[in-house]
């Protein structure tokens, strides 16, 4: 209790600190000499920063146009901006508020007093208009930059399902799932992070079903974040996850929009960071880990085999090396004598004990597997084969390795790849190895403490408060029905029930407002 206090208390006072510090303020001078200056001590010497004088109101007053080359877009400047103000009348110019609203024909413009956010809008490709004589600056919208188009997802292949996948930039993804949800409650609640990057962040939410609750602790640890550099959304995810030291990801990464959307109407809630095409999903629990989108693609029956074949995959990839490590090592009497022969016979010359062997060979296989991924994909898949299938033949050749293990290594990799989340295989993938050495050291008895440890820690882990074994530990007997098996869609007419929500039903609103425009 006390332990669980004192970890409470220090939660408490980091989050309360973690209130964005104000930054000082800068006014802007009304003398444009003046503002070049501060833009020049702030910006340094970088080559891409424009500073230009025009004569606006036909060649009267003098007016500075500030942004960022290669940030902004310059056809947006010159015809929206530039040409717009050199034509203007003399008295639109003398209000910077009617300038704005009057004058430029661009889709966003933002009035401020404040140097330090006309700053920002510049380090965001938006330009930057000062007047002389105004102690105001108006911030226009002409982002320009390039941007990647939208591509099936890399990391989470499907046959049947939506093949677009998120982009680096923040504004595209957001947009990609506000085309699939057409619901005005859908909130984008937009943040910064980084104190040197100053990365964009935005918290996705549908008002009126996702827990308020959980979408403020998502909010109070985002800004409780104290770092000098966003890059990426696994940067986000270790500053805000439960615990922090578990090799399991308890909170969800993905670069599929229909899953976001997915989750999004079960009540959770997303997190888009800029420059990566990954979306942070919160709250998760393991059995999300089974679920892949050709599931609800295929029929039913169909998508409940695929679980089962996900969860022996799982399986396989933890224990198949360990247990038989095990049986081969101190459990002899479990196996069929011709089997036993067959194996004790193969093994025969190995100069290595088996321990040796089967941890050589695996991580020998890990090696091909990162070597594929790392080279460029023209040859990445075919030297990773060819160089399992060369070395592996080779060192049975040679007596170093007995084919059964190269047979139990490899059907055990192949297992790892038909598990959809990459995540959960990289647990996985980790733990196996201790697993192998318990099971040499002790056997079956080695490697059922080792399991019951994992069980046990996997069920101390939360995800925002929400149990990360749920619906297994607590069972939830309704929610079952979208984890081990995949029931027909018209019969998972509630929302999970391990997610709090504040409409659990999917289908009870929307038919009583049907029955209403009836009446």
């Known amino acids: 209790m006390l332990k669980r206090y004192l970890k409470n208390f220090v939660v408490e006072k980091i989050m309360e600190s973690g209130n964005q510090p104000q930054r ?35 060649g009267t007053i003098p007016v500075l146009v500030v942004y960022l080359e290669n940030m902004a877009d310059p056809k947006t400047i010159n015809e929206s901006i530039i040409a ?3 034509e203007a009348p003399v008295a639109l110019l003398a209000n910077s508020k009617i300038l704005a609203h009057a004058v430029l024909p661009v889709s966003k413009v933002v009035l401020t007093g404040d140097l330090v956010k006309a700053v920002d809008g510049i380090l965001y490709g938006k330009t930057a208009i000062f007047l002389s004589g105004s102690d105001r600056a108006i911030v226009a919208e002409t982002s320009g930059w390039e941007k990647r188009s939208i591509q099936p997802p890399e990391t989470e ?11 680096e930039a923040i504004s595209v993804n957001i947009t990609q799932i506000r085309r699939r949800i057409r619901d005005s409650q859908l909130r984008f609640d937009n943040l910064h992070l980084g104190t040197r990057t100053n990365t964009a962040l935005s918290v996705a939410y549908i008002e009126g079903l996702a827990d308020p609750g959980i979408v403020a602790e998502v909010k109070k640890r985002v800004q409780a974040i104290r770092i000098d550099g966003i890059q990426s959304a696994q940067s986000v995810m270790e500053f805000i996850k439960d615990q922090r030291l578990t090799p399991f990801s308890t909170l969800l990464k993905t670069e599929r929009p229909a899953k976001v959307v997915a989750c999004l109407l079960e009540g959770r ?33 169909f998508g409940s085999f695929l679980r089962w074949l996900t969860l022996f995959a799982f399986t396989a990839t933890l224990v198949l090396p360990s247990l038989y490590t095990a049986i081969t090592t101190h459990h002899w ?11 004790a016979g193969s093994r025969e010359g190995v100069p290595f004990p088996l321990l040796v062997e089967v941890l050589a060979m695996e991580l020998t296989f890990e090696l091909l597997r990162e070597a594929g991924v790392r080279l460029p994909k023209a040859v990445g898949p075919a030297v990773s084969i060819a160089g399992a299938l060369v070395i592996g033949q080779a060192a ?23 598990i959809p989340s990459y995540d ?96």
């Open 24 to 58: 000082p303020k800068a006014p802007v001078a009304p003398d444009l000499n003046r503002v070049m200056d501060a833009l020049r001590q702030r910006f340094g010497s970088t080559g891409d920063l424009v500073l230009r004088k025009i004569l606006a109101g036909n």
């Open 157 to 167: 292949t499907n046959i049947q399902g939506p093949q677009e996948g998120f982009v």
């Open 84 to 86: 717009k103000l050199q």
């Open 333 to 343: 009497e479990m196996m069929p004598t011709p089997l036993a022969l067959s194996i």
């Open 424 to 519: 959960a295989t990289l647990a996985f993938r980790l733990l196996r190895f201790p697993l192998i050495i318990l099971s040499f050291a002790i056997g079956i008895l080695g490697l059922v403490a080792g399991l019951i440890v994992i069980w046990a820690h996997m069920a101390s882990l939360t995800s925002f408060g929400v149990p990360y074994l749920a619906p297994f530990t607590p069972v939830q007997v309704k929610d079952l029905k979208d984890t081990l098996f995949r029931v027909p869609t018209w019969a998972m007419v509630t929302r999970p029930q391990t997610i709090p929500s504040l409409d659990p039903d999917r289908l009870g609103k929307v038919q009583s407002h049907q029955e209403e425009d009836e009446r």
């Open 396 to 418: 049975v050749q040679a007596g170093l390795i007995s084919p059964v293990v190269v047979v139990l290594v490899a059907f055990t990799g192949i297992a790892s790849f038909a």
């Open 269 to 301: 809630v997303a997190i888009f960071v800029d420059g990566t095409p990954f979306v942070i999903v919160a709250p998760v629990t393991f059995a999300m880990m089974l679920q892949e989108g050709d599931d609800y693609y295929f029929s039913f029956y």
